[in-house]
C-alpha cells in the first residue's frame, strides 16, 4: 500500500488545526489511512515528518499532504473548497490565452497523450517542493505503473516561451542537456547514460521516435517520461509560477492526475492558470482538452440500500450530510418505492435517490455501493455499535464446493492432475493468444500491472500457459482446474457475472476430439446428468472437431480440439484438447 511522508507544520497548517499524535490517528480513519510513524520530536516543527500508510490503492488523491489535509479537514465539517473557477467541463471551456501546447501528429503512436496547467501566486518553499516531488513519484509510480501509462513534469514558468509543443524527434540526432548534468547528449545517450535513462528508458527505448516537448524557441522541457532539461525542468525553492504537464496513454488517468495535483494546489492558496493542448486526432475527451477539466460521471443510490447496506436508520438529511463530508455534490430525489425497497422505508411509502457528483479529483464511483462506503465514512466508523450476533450458526462447506470436490474427484480418477492459476492476467493470455473478441472480458480500470489487468473468462487460457511452459515433462499431460471465471452479462446488477467452472486439458501426439468426448460423458455420468452435443463455432477450436454441452436446453460447456493458431500463440507444438464445464449450471 502507499506510504507518504508530510512536513508537520506544512500538514497541520494545511488542516486549519493541530491534533496531538493519538487523535490524527484515529482521524486518519476517514481518510482508509493510519499513522505509520510519529515524527522524531528532537526536530524542529519544519523538520518533523509524519509518515502515513494508505489502505487503499483507489484513491489516489489521497497520496500526498494536502490530499490527506483536505480528507481531514471536510469530515471535521469545514467549508469546502470551490474549484469552479479554474475548472473547465464539456461545453464550458476556461480561456488559456496563448497557454497553448501543440501535438505533432506522429506522437500517436509514441506517446499519444499530453494535459499541462499552470501553478501560480506565489513563490514555492521547501515544504511544497518536497510534496510537490513526492506526489510526482506515487501518482508516476504507482498509479502511472512506474511512468509507463503516466508521467509528470514540472518547470519554471518564466522562462518559457509560448506555445509549446510535443513532438516526435529522432533520438539519435536530438540531444539536450538532461537534469543533473552539464553537457548534452542525444536522446538515445540519455537512456544508457543518465541514471534516469537506465531506470526509466525501457518505456520508450523500442520507438523508432522519442517524445520531446520543447517551448517555442525549440529550448527543451523534457524527454517525457524520462527526464527533464537542466534548463527549464529545473525547479528551485523560490520559483514563483511553475507549469506542470503529464504524459501518457491514458486521457481519463491523465486529466484525474492533473485535476489531484491543482486541487492540491489551489488548496495551498496558489492560483491554478489552465492549459490547452491541441492533438490532432481524437482522445477520448475531445482534440483540444484543457485542464483542469471535470469528466466524471454522476453515480446514484437508494436511502434504501444505504440503511439495508449499512444495518442502520439514517435520514435524508443526514446521508446528505455524509456525501457532502466527502466533497460530493448531491441531489436528493423523493420516488415511490418498490416490493424490494418498501420494507426499509417505512411508513413513507417513498424511496430517497441520490444523484451524487463527486469532486473532480476523484473517480472511483463505479456503482451504487461506492457511494454507500462514502455514506459511511462520511458518518463516522464510530458512529456503528457493534452488535453481537443474535443467531448461533455452525460453519459448513457450501453446495457449490461440495458439488466442486466431487468433480474433482472424478478428473483424478480419469488421470488428470489439478492446477491452481491466478484469476487476474494479461491481454495477450485471455484475449489475444485465444483469438477471441474482449467484448465480454472485464478489464481492471486502475490495474498496477499489465500482467493483472484482466478477468479471465476461462479457465483453458490458464491451462495452456501451464502447457507452454511444459514440453520438457512426460507426455500425455492431463491438466484440470476447478476455480472462478467471470465475464461481462447485462442483465445482472453489477454487469458482470462469476461462476465455478470446471476446465479440463490434455496435450499429446494423439489428443483428438473422440477421446476427450468419451471423457466428457464420464463426468456428466458421474455428475448425474444428461446431455447432447450441438454443433457450435469457437475460434479457440478447430471448426468441426468441437462441440458444445447442452444439458436441459441449455448449453453449459464445450469441448474440442484447439485450434493450430491458438496452440502457435501459445508456441505449443502438440495437439491439444480441451474443454470447460459450468459446474453451477449441473447444480
Not at 463426468?523 to 448425474?528: F, G
Request: one cysteine or more; hydrophobic letters at 35%; glycine letters at 6%.
Amino acid at each position: 500500500m502507499p506510504k507518504i511522508e508530510v512536513n508537520e507544520k506544512l500538514f497541520f497548517n494545511l488542516l486549519g488545526t493541530k491534533y496531538d499524535y493519538d487523535t490524527l490517528e484515529k482521524k486518519l480513519t476517514s481518510g482508509k489511512a493510519e499513522l505509520d510513524e510519529k515524527p522524531d520530536m528532537s526536530q524542529s516543527e519544519n523538520e518533523r515528518v509524519i509518515k502515513i500508510e494508505l489502505n487503499d490503492t483507489n484513491r489516489p488523491d489521497l497520496w500526498s499532504c494536502g490530499g490527506v489535509a483536505r480528507n481531514l479537514r471536510l469530515h471535521d465539517g469545514a467549508k469546502r473548497s470551490d474549484y469552479s473557477p479554474f475548472m473547465s467541463r464539456a461545453g464550458s471551456i476556461k480561456d488559456t490565452g496563448n497557454r497553448v501546447i501543440t501535438v505533432d501528429p506522429e506522437m500517436k503512436d509514441v506517446r499519444p497523450y499530453m494535459v499541462s496547467f499552470v501553478i501560480s501566486g506565489k513563490p514555492i518553499d521547501e515544504p511544497m517542493l518536497k510534496d510537490i516531488i513526492q506526489t510526482q513519484e506515487k501518482l508516476c509510480w504507482n498509479f502511472g505503473r512506474k511512468r509507463k501509462s503516466i508521467s509528470m513534469g514540472v518547470y519554471r514558468m518564466e522562462q518559457i516561451k509560448w506555445p509549446c509543443h510535443y513532438k516526435a524527434v529522432d533520438p539519435d540526432k536530438t540531444s539536450f542537456v538532461p537534469l543533473a548534468c552539464d553537457k548534452p547528449m542525444t536522446c538515445r545517450e540519455i537512456l544508457t547514460e543518465h541514471p534516469k535513462g537506465k531506470d526509466f528508458g525501457w518505456i520508450i527505448k523500442d520507438l523508432k521516435k522519442f517524445p520531446l516537448l520543447t517551448d517555442d524557441t525549440n529550448e527543451v522541457l523534457s524527454m517525457a517520461p524520462v527526464i527533464n532539461s537542466a534548463t527549464l525542468g529545473a525547479v528551485k525553492v523560490g520559483d514563483k509560477d511553475l507549469m506542470v504537464e503529464l504524459t501518457g496513454d491514458n486521457i481519463e488517468n491523465l486529466v484525474l492526475s492533473a485535476n489531484i495535483v491543482a486541487c492540491d494546489f489551489a488548496d495551498a492558496g496558489y492560483e491554478i492558470l489552465p492549459v490547452k493542448v491541441q492533438h490532432p486526432y481524437e482522445t477520448g475527451l475531445g482534440k483540444d482538452i484543457v485542464v483542469p477539466f471535470y469528466f466524471q460521471p454522476s453515480t446514484k443510490a437508494l436511502l434504501s440500500s444505504i440503511n439495508k447496506k449499512l444495518g442502520c436508520d439514517l435520514t435524508k438529511d443526514q446521508v446528505i450530510d455524509a456525501l457532502s463530508r466527502m466533497d460530493n455534490d448531491v441531489v436528493a430525489k423523493d420516488i415511490p418505492t418498490t416490493e424490494k425497497t418498501e420494507a426499509y422505508c417505512k411508513a413513507n411509502k417513498t424511496d430517497v435517490e441520490f444523484t451524487l457528483n463527486p469532486p473532480p479529483y476523484r473517480n472511483d464511483f463505479l456503482h451504487e455501493v461506492d457511494v454507500i462506503e462514502d455514506v459511511m465514512i462520511g458518518v463516522g466508523l464510530d458512529n456503528f455499535k457493534p452488535q453481537r450476533p443474535n443467531e448461533f450458526t455452525v460453519g459448513h462447506l457450501s453446495p457449490v464446493t461440495i458439488f466442486s470436490r466431487k468433480a474433482k474427484e472424478i478428473m483424478v480418477g480419469l488421470g488428470y492432475q489439478e492446477m491452481i492459476f491466478n484469476y487476474l492476467g494479461s491481454k495477450k493470455d485471455y484475449i489475444d493468444r485465444m483469438n477471441i473478441k474482449a467484448d465480454k472480458v472485464i478489464e481492471i480500470l486502475n490495474p498496477m500491472s499489465e500482467n493483472y489487468q484482466f478477468v479471465r473468462p476461462s479457465i483453458i487460457a490458464s491451462l495452456l500457459r501451464a502447457e507452454s511452459a511444459a514440453a520438457n515433462a512426460i507426455f500425455p499431460h492431463k491438466i484440470f482446474e476447478i476455480g472462478k471465471v467471470a465475464f461481462l452479462d447485462e442483465t445482472e446488477n453489477t454487469g458482470t457475472k462469476t461462476i465455478q467452472s470446471l476446465g479440463f486439458m490434455t496435450a499429446s501426439n494423439n489428443a483428438n476430439f473422440n477421446d476427450l468426448a468419451s471423457e466428457v460423458s464420464t463426468v456428466l455420468y458421474y455428475l448425474d446428468h444428461k446431455y447432447e452435443v450441438k454443433e457450435v463455432e469457437d475460434p479457440r477450436f478447430i471448426s468441426g472437431r468441437q462441440a458444445a454441452i447442452i444439458v436441459n436446453g441449455k448449453q453449459v460447456g464445450i469441448f474440442g480440439e484447439v485450434h493450430p493458431q491458438v496452440l502457435e500463440n501459445w508456441a505449443i507444438s502438440v495437439p491439444c484438447v480441451a474443454g470447460e464445464i459450468n459446474l453451477e449450471d449441473l447444480m
